[in-house]
């Protein structure tokens, strides 16, 4: 990190926080702004989220923004006694007044004996724990409305005590715990989604609207409160044989796992935190989401792509058939020229054939064009074989990945350039092709240059494979194409074109 001397344990740690930053800061009805002391003195803000359910307070990101200094009287509370710390007064950032808490950010100092250590397990309600927390080395801020009314309501109240209890948790080390669900994962609920607050019992002490509705469909009529919630979720699924074997502990609170359960047609998403005070389990959360909708559309793009890929594997099985039809006609027919024109036919659609076959082995419709490019290299041999060509390819840079769309023009493009010069070039003598690829963030240029006899009177033919190649540089690719006399006496080729579309149908696709 550019401004601070975090180390490498501490940057790892962040990373596992902040994916549950929007959690945080839908809990406390409030903006959770995450700051790390800077080398000169300072703290800078690297992760902020504004609340779901609620208003914020900063109407722009204050990622990258020092602290203010009349906030750190606070700050520096929280980190000295690591303990919460609030403002005694409003605090303003611009034209809002907001109250203002700091947690410190700790995390587990295995050189630390702390609390001590402990072999019993979370089934007996005691967690066990190597060393204790280190020096504080972050600090958490929350800035909530003074006047927000969901304070007084019993969600409100609920969801407060909860963020209460996981800000007490980062102040120790504690959350989230080593080997956690990421809070970014597809589908991962959110305290609006549905919450459940659970004691040591298992019994439920509070359910949210959405948890009560979201169970009711699963055909739960019942209130939950007061109701032991893994009896609830183990009535609910008894009988199926595919029950995540975590799904008992999961429900109790006990561990930190997510587990789906898939019942009437419906998927909920369970995710588990275990709230844990001085070493103890005092109970835990489970927050709750009905993924049906997300799993339905999971289940359409693995069946989207399986069918892809097997029209890409189709398409490639047909169009080698009638490669190979065309090299049997090839071979029978009588006239040179008709061999020619046949074999070039072949030639043709193998090409394309390959980018197909590359396609029907992936998921997404890019190509790694070099790997398409060796294969290419394949099919010039075999004209070189033909022609009693003794020929050396030598391929230098990358091509990189390309979208199928353009993949196929640019292999048409270099099968005929490449096969022109084994096939005419180099045709009955030893030489070399030498193939570079430029690519850079907007162009993507090629040259192919052999040692053969040049062109013929020193330009270029106006011939079918002429013709073909400028449609697919010029037409395809929006690209441009030039041939030359190379100093050496051979043949050079150059093409260039943009790659702003590639970028720009990436970022769309992402």
Do not use: C
């Not at 790694?368 to 060796?374: K, L, R, S, W, Y």
């Amino acid at each position: 990190m550019k401004y601070s001397e975090l180390s490498e344990e501490q940057l790892d740690w962040i990373d596992l926080l902040t994916p549950d930053w929007p959690l945080l800061a839908d809990l406390a009805l409030g903006d959770v702004v995450l700051w790390v002391p800077t080398t000169d003195g300072n703290y800078v803000a690297v992760a902020h989220s504004r609340p779901a359910g609620s208003i914020t307070l900063f109407y722009r990101d204050i990622i990258g923004d020092y602290m203010r200094g009349d906030w750190r009287e606070v700050v520096d509370e929280a980190m000295q006694t690591r303990a919460p710390a609030s403002s005694r007064a409003p605090v303003w950032y611009e034209e809002n007044a907001m109250k203002l808490t700091a947690y410190s950010v700790s995390l587990r100092d295995e050189g630390l004996s702390g609390q001590g250590e402990t072999a019993r397990n979370t089934d007996t309600g005691v967690i066990s724990t190597i060393g204790g927390p280190s020096e504080p080395f972050a600090v958490l801020t929350v800035h909530t409305s003074p006047s927000d009314p969901q304070y007084s309501t019993r969600i409100g109240q609920a969801f407060r005590e909860v963020a209460d209890d996981l800000f007490a948790m980062i102040q120790q080390g504690l959350f989230p715990s080593p080997g956690t669900t990421r809070g970014r994962e597809r589908g991962a609920p959110r305290a609006s989604d549905g919450l459940v607050r659970i004691n040591t019992d298992g019994a439920v002490t509070f359910a949210s609207p959405n948890t009560q509705s979201t169970f009711t469909l699963l055909g739960y009529r019942d209130e939950l409160e007061g109701e032991n919630f893994a009896e609830v979720v183990g009535e609910l699924v008894k009988g199926q044989l595919d029950t995540n074997e975590s799904l008992p502990l999961i429900a109790q609170g006990r561990v930190a796992k997510r587990a789906d359960i898939e019942l009437a047609g419906r998927v909920v998403t369970l995710r588990s935190i275990p709230v844990i005070r001085d070493e103890l389990r005092i109970g835990g959360i489970v927050l709750t989401r009905d993924v049906t909708g997300l799993r339905q559309q999971e289940q359409e793009l693995i069946t989207k792509d399986a069918t892809i890929r097997e029209i890409h594997h189709r398409v490639k099985n047909n169009l080698q058939t009638v490669a190979s039809l065309l090299r049997v006609q090839a071979r029978r027919a009588r006239s040179e020229e008709a061999k020619e024109v046949l074999g070039q036919a072949m030639r043709r659609v193998a090409a394309i054939a390959v980018v197909h076959d590359t396609l029907s082995t992936g998921l997404s419709q890019i190509v790694d064009f070099d790997v398409v490019f060796d294969r290419v290299l394949g099919l010039a041999a075999e004209v070189a074989s033909l022609h009693g060509t003794t020929v050396h390819p030598h391929k230098t840079g990358r091509f990189g990945e390309l979208p199928s769309e353009y993949a196929t023009p640019l292999a048409l493009a270099l099968t005929e350039i490449v096969t022109n010069a084994v096939e005419h070039g180099l045709a009955g003598r030893e030489g070399e092709v030498h193939i570079t690829a430029d690519r850079s963030e907007l162009v993507l240029a090629v040259e192919v240059v052999d040692t053969g006899t040049g062109l013929p009177g020193g330009t270029v033919g106006d011939g079918l494979g002429t013709q073909i190649v400028r449609t697919l540089v010029e037409g395809e690719l929006g690209g441009s194409i030039s041939w030359g006399l190379d100093r050496a006496g051979g043949t050079r080729v150059s093409i260039e074109f943009p790659l702003r579309w590639i970028r720009a149908e990436s970022q769309r696709r992402a």
